[in-house]
């Protein structure tokens, strides 16, 4: 290719699959961490259920200390988070002993869950996301990969409502329902449900990496041609605003004809159309020279040709936005074209081309570079 041809800027491959790794690590740390938290709790109930709601208060703050000094001694912190929940756990506890009166003990948990409630539910339908200020602070090693927030957002809102809805179980559960019923909503069934939670998140996002593994990605780029992204080819095709290259080549043979391929009928755009004789997006993480070279050998069977930049430009329509890199080359053997891409092939004269402009026959963007073509050709001259 000539040494004044356009390149594109090549951007490494998609790290998609490392990226919903990295989000379901999130969640399993995050879960790891709130755990110690709700240990106490579990401890009471067991120990109450074998002796008395005296035995089960004492074993569980000490087993609530013993988690505070633990973590002071590894970590150099005070984990607030047990320190909250083994002092609550201490004055319903008390309360509840000194009223004769279990109902206060049983509110607990549900005391606890309405809180997150409220900060989950601020995070998770405010701009402000309260638990990304607080990972980032008090769980400094978990990072958001880039472009996860929104995500994040919607995980948030859906913990939201099952957290409600657990919450009023308990309490429900604490009046009405036994003391057997109450241990297990309390305890046990939150585990079970952020078990078949984290279960649910697995399945669905190894279904998106199969998903994401067979689409076509393509890059985004600013009018200079600089990546900034990247897009399904789905995506880049649902309307404009999503800029990404392509490649065109002119064929022209020795005697100034023009040759021209007749789009497939099924192309998703301008289908049945003549248009420039190679046509193509540039792929995620390949040069311009590449795509050009590629989609040359692919729709016509040629290799070894030189092509000659002539115009690179930006176009938009109802259906995309492209970043056109235009070429032209010599080469006057007449196209084996692809006929699974193409229709038809053949040279055109361009008093031919100057007959049926204007008459729905090419491509909008073929008669849009007609006169950059030939205004190249007549400086050449």
């Given at each position: ?5 356009f ?26 961490k ?100 607080y990972?980032?602070r ?12 929104k ?20 309490i ?25 939670y984290?279960?649910w ?25 600089n ?27 020795s ?46 069977n ?42 038809d ?37």
């Amino acid at each position: 290719m000539n040494k004044d041809s356009f390149f594109i800027l090549a951007e490494p491959s998609p790290l998609i699959t490392k990226r919903y790794n990295h989000m379901e690590n999130n969640q399993i740390n995050l879960f790891k961490k709130i755990l110690p938290g709700l240990l106490p709790i579990l401890v009471f109930i067991l120990v109450d259920e074998f002796w008395s709601t005296e035995a089960g208060l004492i074993v569980a703050l000490v087993f609530g200390t013993g988690q505070l000094v633990f973590v002071f001694i590894r970590e150099k912190r005070l984990d607030r988070f047990v320190l909250f929940d083994t002092a609550l756990l201490l004055a319903l506890g008390g309360i509840s002993i000194a009223l004769k009166d279990e109902i206060f003990f049983k509110l607990k948990p549900a005391f606890i869950n309405l809180i997150f409630c409220a900060i989950l539910g601020y995070s998770a339908f405010s701009s402000k996301n309260l638990l990304m200020v607080y990972s980032q602070r008090y769980m400094g090693d978990m990072k958001m990969p880039e472009g996860a927030e929104k995500a994040m957002q919607k995980t948030m809102q859906f913990l939201f409502w099952m957290m409600l809805v657990y919450t009023l179980l308990i309490i429900y559960s604490a009046f009405y329902m036994s003391k057997e019923a109450w241990a297990f909503i309390s305890g046990a069934l939150i585990y079970i449900l952020f078990g078949l939670y984290f279960a649910w998140q697995y399945v669905s996002n190894r279904y998106r990496k199969k998903i994401v593994a067979k689409e076509e990605w393509l890059p985004l780029v600013d009018e200079k041609g600089n990546v900034t992204g990247r897009a399904t080819r789905k995506a880049v095709h649902s309307g404009p605003g999503k800029l990404h290259p392509v490649v065109h080549l002119h064929i022209i043979n020795s005697k100034g004809e023009l040759y021209l391929q007749k789009r497939s009928l099924k192309k998703d755009t301008q289908p049945g159309k003549w248009d420039t004789a190679v046509g193509g997006h540039v792929d995620l993480g390949e040069t311009i020279e590449h795509a050009l070279l590629r989609e040359t050998a692919e729709e016509l069977n040629i290799t070894g040709i030189n092509p000659i930049p002539l115009a690179q430009y930006k176009w938009e329509t109802m259906v995309e936005s492209e970043l056109v890199f235009s070429f032209r080359a010599l080469y006057n053997a007449t196209p084996v074209f692809n006929k699974e891409e193409i229709d038809d092939g053949r040279f055109w004269t361009f008093k031919e081309i100057n007959e049926n402009i204007g008459k729905g026959i090419f491509t909008p963007n073929l008669e849009n570079e007609i006169p950059m073509l030939l205004n190249a050709l007549a400086s050449r001259k």
